[in-house]
């Protein structure tokens, strides 16, 4: 803090706390070192797809459900496993 007293009009000063900051201008380089192997990526990548599969197919069953609760004549047609 380099101030106790703010100048106004008349040269009257108000207490308070004033903060005055200075701001320089300074530089953030983020460098990132993969390390990664290709078994790693390859795992990586197979979780990945694997877990779209699990969640297509829950949305997939979640939907029929919805449909054939909805649609109760066309049940005896095509039941999927709920």
């Given amino acids: 803090m380099s101030e106790y007293r703010r100048e106004f009009a008349e040269h ?14 300074m530089t953030l380089r983020i460098t990132e070192e993969s390390s990664m192997s290709f078994g790693h990526l390859l795992v990586r990548l197979a979780g ?3 877990g779209y599969f699990v969640t297509a197919g829950m949305v997939h069953k979640v939907l029929s459900a919805a449909y054939y609760t909805v649609k109760p004549e066309q049940t005896t047609l095509r039941r999927h496993n709920v």
Avoid at 12 to 25: D, I, M, R, S
């Fill in 12 to 25: 009257q000063g108000v207490p308070g706390l004033f903060f005055k900051y200075e701001f320089e201008p």
């Fill in 48 to 50: 990945l797809i694997g």
